[in-house]
Every structure is written in C-alpha cells, then in structure tokens.
C-alpha cells in the first residue's frame, strides 16, 4: 500500500531526524533519497554530515530533477528535500516560476502514481524575513506553491517544530 508524508518546517526542526525514524518504522531497508547538488564546500561538509547519519541500512539515491524516472515500488523513501529539488530547477530554468512549477508538478505526479511510500521532506521558507531580493521572492513563492501542492496531495503531513511534530492532516 502506498502512503505520501509530508514533513515540513524550519531550518534544523528536526524534519530529516524524523523522517528517517519513521522511514525505520516502516521498512528493515529504506531508501534515502538525496536532490541536492553541492554547491560549495560547506554544503559539501553538510552532505558528508548527513551521510554518517545513514548506516548500512539504508540504500542511498542521488537525482537533483527527474524524481518520475525512479522506481520507488515497494519501497519506502525519504525525500530529502523538496527546497532543494527546486532550487536545481529554479537555476536551471533561469527563475522561471510558471516552469517550474509545471515540471516540478509532473516529476512529484509520476513519483506519487507509483506503488511505494514517500516520505518528503521540505521547508518553510516563507515564515521568516521577508526576501530581500526579486529572486529570492520569486523563489519563495515557488516553494510555498510546491509545497501547497505537494500537502494536498499527502496522506499524512506533519509541521515540525523545535524537534517535536504537530499533525496537520
């Protein structure tokens, strides 16, 4: 049977901590699922970080776009995350909104059609400072329409403050 959860929050809520228990909950071998690119050498320490995180347990993927290619049936995966899946096409689409917007739609409907449990993991970008630049509004405007998007279609979403979850739905 196939399940979406949708973990969302701020910067270091406790969203990937609990989304991989969870992930332990449901499967001996979960997959975790990584859509960044490193972009600089203290993002690359962060990867690094999180990689001693997963034991041998866990089957680690790598896709920075084209999430509808993966075969995720029977699985369980972890999404990690939603911002920066879209920060690769938000770059690669010159800050297209619309764009990215319509791609982004299609690759999270081909990975949801499929029979495997997702677990996805973003971020609330927009509860903070207001974006002190056209891009950065653009893009929070992106992600809080993906993640609309990608909530609606949860069977399961969860807001994570200070460690501790609170269901939404």
């Given at each position: 049977?196939?399940?979406?959860y949708y973990?969302?929050?701020?910067?270091?809520s406790?969203?990937?901590?609990?989304a991989?228990?969870?992930a332990?909950?449901?499967?001996?071998r979960?997959?975790?699922?990584?859509?960044?690119?490193?972009?600089?050498?203290?993002?690359?320490?962060?990867v690094?970080?999180?990689?001693?995180?997963?034991?041998?347990?866990?089957?680690?993927?790598?896709?920075?776009?084209?999430?509808?290619?993966?075969?995720?049936?029977?699985k369980?995966?972890?999404?990690d995350?939603v911002?920066?899946?879209?920060?690769?096409?938000?770059?690669?689409?010159?800050?297209?909104?619309?764009?990215?917007?319509?791609?982004?739609?299609e690759?999270?409907?081909?990975?949801f059609?499929?029979?495997?449990?997702?677990?996805?993991?973003?971020?609330e970008?927009?509860m903070?400072?207001?974006?002190?630049?056209?891009?950065?509004?653009?893009?929070?405007?992106?992600?809080?329409w993906?993640?609309?998007?990608?909530?609606?279609?949860?069977?399961?979403?969860?807001?994570?403050?200070s460690?501790?979850?609170?269901?939404?739905?």
């Amino acid at each position: 049977m196939s399940m979406i959860y949708y973990i969302s929050g701020g910067e270091r809520s406790g969203k990937t901590r609990y989304a991989m228990n969870l992930a332990m909950e449901l499967s001996d071998r979960p997959v975790y699922l990584a859509t960044s690119r490193v972009w600089d050498e203290d993002f690359e320490k962060r990867v690094v970080r999180h990689q001693g995180e997963r034991d041998e347990r866990w089957e680690n993927w790598e896709e920075e776009k084209l999430l509808g290619q993966l075969d995720i049936s029977g699985k369980v995966v972890v999404m990690d995350c939603v911002t920066l899946w879209l920060t690769n096409w938000f770059m690669d689409l010159e800050q297209d909104v619309e764009a990215c917007l319509r791609h982004g739609k299609e690759e999270i409907t081909k990975l949801f059609a499929q029979d495997g449990t997702v677990i996805i993991i973003s971020n609330e970008i927009g509860m903070g400072v207001h974006a002190d630049t056209h891009m950065g509004r653009k893009f929070v405007e992106l992600q809080g329409w993906m993640n609309q998007f990608i909530a609606g279609k949860a069977d399961k979403a969860f807001f994570m403050v200070s460690g501790l979850p609170l269901q939404l739905k």
